[in-house]
């Protein structure tokens, strides 16, 4: 566990010193960030003027939501995204090969070798959101609620990372894989909203077939106290096995794999 | 005119058959194109019941036929001009564009329409499935129904008029992608794109009654999703040309500043 915590900080320490020979794209990135973060907030704004509730969800616990949303959001395309997606190029071109031989896990190594450090500002923006919610709410959650959020929000993102890690894996038999991670980023962004305004087919779709409740909704609720623990048990189950089930799947793979180099 | 002819034909082949290649994309682009609206009608469907059934006199079918339409209108008018120039200019693809003996602007607007003619199959198919998936009502009275192609025309015509004229901002600019951020923000508000124009807060739609932006989505997508009386048709018209006109004008004008001040990067 240590060896890998050292790793990402590694990995994340050499993509902070790329980045930052290009200062003026930190003003860049953080308008950007601002953009989308103020639009969403006003989409948000515009709905409560015309409700109090949203499928009972009110305005303040909407917006724990939308900051649990850029957290995951950010987290996800700050490491999980850009490894995958250079895994993907890395199989058509050949290079994978390299990975495999260093003496580490080559899942891990992966999952983790590229990071785009700026996508932090969504994680900081997302948390601030989070503590605006709260102080709006004027109530602190309770140290079993934090326990309840904090494990939820692993699950979620285990779950998202085991997905988009088994899509990344077909591409060992699939070459053009990379267009299925773009329709995961748009999925991605239904999750602005909680999955129970959907209809019955989409909000199936957004649970079994792209986890996105699981990712946001469901940590929201733990957060603004409306989690069972029915809820709570089955997504830490569901984490679990899908965490083992790529894994597994990622090993078949790997056998499969007889580089396209040589 | 029947060169133009010559040239539009052997464009549009030749952008068909670029097209033709990505048959996966079309897939994903099916999925990305009618996730938007079904978040939209959904969210608005839910304020609607939440509230007894009608919001600012949209019922969830309603809403429904609003967001297709737009979805609709959006498709047919939408561009991807920005993100070409800003490329172009920086890595020198100008010059030998400027080298034809044709203005620029006729091949964009060519691969625009092949790539709008080779997706309608599948924005028909998106528009079937949202339809029937949200119980759509249209309401529109035949007179609307027949302006609506006109009036979608002059909604391409308009909205790729200024955002040609706007994407010649990166003959000055090299990084433009905040500002093409900006203005996508700006144009999903204020032209309907997002919500209906009457749910605005009274300040902006103040706003956008002297902005050019509600013609090119808004008007439109209302002539097909509830119809508007004759006195509104008439105005929207006339507002599609006024602005069409000060497009033009403004075209020509930064087109010819733009040229001057082009010297090819990398080239």
């Known amino acids: ?262 | 005119m029947r060169y133009l002819i010559a040239v539009y034909r052997q464009q549009l082949k030749t952008a068909i058959a670029e097209q033709l290649q990505y048959r996966a994309a079309l897939v994903i682009w099916l999925i990305e194109v009618a996730l938007g609206p079904a978040v939209s009608i959904s969210v608005w469907s839910t304020v609607a019941r939440n509230e007894g059934g009608e919001v600012n006199g949209y019922n969830p079918s309603g809403f429904a036929a609003y967001f297709i339409a737009t979805m609709l209108v959006n498709y047919a008018t939408q561009t991807w001009v920005f993100w070409e120039f800003s490329r172009r200019v920086r890595e020198g693809e100008f010059s030998p564009l400027l080298l034809r003996p044709l203005h620029p602007i006729h091949a964009d607007i060519a691969q625009h329409l092949a790539y709008k003619i080779l997706m309608l199959p599948v924005i028909g198919l998106v528009t079937l499935l949202l339809w029937l998936a949200f119980h759509a009502g249209f309401t529109p009275s035949p007179a609307s129904l027949a302006t609506f192609l006109p009036a979608l025309l002059l909604a391409f015509a308009l909205r790729f008029t200024l955002e040609w004229t706007l994407a010649l901002l990166a003959f000055w600019l090299t990084q433009v992608n905040v500002i093409n951020q900006l203005y996508v923000v700006v144009v999903l508000f204020l032209s309907g794109q997002l919500l209906p124009l009457s749910f605005l807060p009274a300040p902006l739609q103040a706003a956008t009654a002297w902005l050019p932006f509600q013609w090119m989505v808004a008007f439109p997508a209302q002539l097909l999703s509830t119809g508007l009386s004759a006195q509104s048709v008439v105005a929207g018209f006339l507002a599609q040309l006024l602005w069409l006109l000060i497009g033009l004008g403004l075209l020509s004008f930064t087109w010819r500043r733009g040229l001057k001040r082009y010297t090819a990067v990398g080239g």
């Open chain 1, 1 to 262: 566990m240590r060896t890998y915590l050292r790793l990402l900080w590694t990995f994340f320490r050499v993509s902070l010193l790329g980045e930052l020979a290009y200062r003026a794209s930190f003003w860049l990135q953080v308008a950007e960030s601002l953009i989308d973060l103020g639009t969403a907030l006003a989409f948000v704004g515009v709905v409560f003027s015309y409700t109090r509730a949203l499928n009972g969800w009110s305005a303040d616990e909407l917006l724990t939501l939308i900051g649990v949303y850029f957290l995951i959001g950010g987290a996800i395309n700050m490491i999980i995204m850009p490894g995958m997606n250079r895994l993907i190029e890395q199989v058509r071109q050949g290079t994978l090969d390299y990975v495999l031989t260093k003496p580490e896990d080559a899942q891990l190594l992966a999952s983790i070798q590229q990071i785009d450090i700026w996508k932090l500002l969504d994680i900081l923006l997302g948390l601030a959101l989070l503590a605006g919610a709260t102080l709006w709410r004027g109530s602190v959650p309770g140290p079993l609620q934090l326990l309840a959020f904090a494990l939820t929000l692993l699950a979620g993102t285990v779950i998202i990372y085991s997905f988009v890690l088994f899509l990344a894996t077909l591409s060992f038999w699939y070459v053009r894989m990379e267009n299925i991670l773009v329709i995961f980023e748009s999925m991605y962004e239904a999750g602005r909203w909680p999955v129970n305004i959907y209809p019955g087919w989409l909000r199936a779709i957004l649970t079994f077939v792209v986890p996105v409740a699981f990712a946001v909704t469901v940590p929201a609720e733990a957060l603004t106290a409306r989690l069972t623990w029915l809820v709570l048990a089955g997504t830490l189950l569901l984490a679990a096995l899908a965490l083992l089930a790529s894994r597994l799947f990622w090993r078949f793979a790997i056998r499969y794999y007889s580089g396209a180099s040589s």
